[in-house]
């Protein structure tokens, strides 16, 4: 049974019982990202998560994962454009000391100066570690250059001028300006008494305020381009895309479905087309990535540099094949009940409901049940498949981004002759 809840200091709380199961897995969200981030603060939202596991007035970093460690359970974070979570998954009987200890890294993180200097070297050795990641790399660069000097497009990890130059003030003043009751969100799946965790987390984070207030963000111009980085690897990582529609748009259950048909597995055109027919890539798919107002839909692919034309050509041709060789109504079912198989079977795992969960209310200020996700996939036709796909699919607004050895290629004539 799902439950929400919302604390006199505006702490979202949403929780849903699980009894069959003994496991709990607990999150708290935080409405802010890379994309909150001024040029000079660029990184600090993820530099942030990472202090977080550093010591507080009553544990230290070594105390926060023994203790975690103890009980056997699972603890991390991640920081995305829009958002941070933290979260734990432990035995129901642990649930306790997971509350206590992720209250406490939240509302008490020292940020000692010294913690600082070392973890900005753990994390400047994360940003090489990225770069030399080209298959990652190259998501990051398209949408830097089709959302130009926007913190939209900006790296989650940040720049190594920018993270060197942080101190303890620079932390405590963003956490303060940034983190507050209005923007978190507390989620909790699993096996626990609903009434009873609602009165524990009042009492851990009743008195947490800030005087942090509603930021007013940029708004986002998607510019198409086309661009190519030299990089010295053995292959060449391509990414096109095409401006999509934002989180909990209304056409989003069309959009997922049409993906799902046009390069979101391997029965898909895109890979069936590339890979399997023409054996170009090893690599292939498309996916989708949707933000509180805007979004993307995304291929990739990684091919030896002398294929470039011949791989540019032919997804472009994936792409006027989708209108020209319509999908059928059997193959429109068969992705549909992939979809909610695929659905059905996540939600077994706290983790997965937890985070859905999360998302979901901290960006939108809802959450859907199980039966109206599964009515939303259900309601997909052909008519709405093709509408949506007719939106994004439009080759007048697609972009490029290429990284890795270049050859002797002119990549936008490549692209111009291939659209």
């Known amino acids: 049974m799902r439950k929400l809840v919302t604390l006199e200091n505006g702490i979202d709380i949403v929780m849903e019982e699980m009894d069959a199961i003994r496991s709990v897995s607990f999150g708290i969200w935080v409405r802010n990202g890379s994309r909150n981030e001024s040029q000079m603060e660029s990184g600090i939202s993820h530099f942030i998560e990472h202090m977080m596991f550093k010591g507080t007035d009553r544990r230290t970093a070594k105390g926060i994962a023994d203790e975690m460690d103890s009980v056997g359970g699972q603890m991390n974070a991640f920081t995305t454009k829009e958002y941070t979570c933290y979260y734990t998954r432990t035995l129901d009987s642990h649930l306790h000391i997971a509350l206590d200890l992720l209250s406490d890294m ?7 100066s010294e913690d600082i200097k070392k973890e900005c070297k753990v994390i400047t050795e994360e940003i090489d570690m990225y770069e030399d990641t080209a298959e990652e790399l190259v998501h ?3 949408q830097r250059q089709v959302w130009i000097d926007n913190p939209i497009g900006y790296s989650v990890i940040g720049k190594k001028e920018t993270i060197s130059a942080f101190t303890r003030d620079t932390f405590m003043n963003y956490v303060d300006t940034h983190y507050s009751p209005k923007n978190t969100v507390i ?4 096996r626990f008494n609903a009434d009873e965790m609602v009165e524990k987390i009042r009492q851990a984070f009743g008195g947490f305020t800030t005087s942090a ?3 007013n963000l940029p708004k986002v111009i998607y510019t198409p381009s086309v661009s190519a980085k030299p990089k010295d690897i053995e292959q060449t990582h391509l990414c096109l895309c095409f401006p999509g529609i934002p989180f909990g748009d209304d056409r989003a259950f069309n959009l997922t479905v049409m993906n799902t048909m046009f390069g979101g597995g391997m029965s898909s055109r895109l890979f069936q087309k590339i890979r399997e027919e023409n054996g170009l890539a090893y690599s292939v798919y498309s996916y989708i990535t949707p933000y509180t107002d805007t979004g993307l839909m995304t291929i990739y692919t990684g091919f030896n ?3 470039a034309a011949d791989v540019i050509k032919l997804l472009f041709e994936v792409v006027n094949e989708f209108f020209t060789d319509r999908v059928t109504q059997v193959q429109l079912d068969k992705a549909r009940e992939q979809l909610k198989s695929n659905f059905l079977l996540s939600l077994e795992s706290t983790s997965s409901r937890m985070s ?10 809802r959450t859907m049940t199980d039966d109206e ?3 939303n996939l259900d309601a997909v036709t052909l008519d709405s498949l093709y509408d949506i796909a007719s939106l994004i699919l439009d080759k007048e607004k ?5 990284l890795g050895r270049l050859g002797e290629w002119d990549y936008e004539d490549l692209f111009n002759k291939a659209r």
């Open 140 to 142: 990051d660069l398209l």
């Open 373 to 375: 996700i599964v009515e």
């Open 106 to 112: 939240f509302l008490c993180s020292k940020f000692d």
């Open 398 to 402: 697609a972009s490029m981004c290429v």
């Open 187 to 190: 989620t909790m799946v699993g």
């Open 213 to 215: 207030h509603e930021m």
């Open 356 to 365: 859905s969960l999360g998302r979901s209310q901290l960006l939108l200020q």
């Open 305 to 307: 540099v002398t294929q």
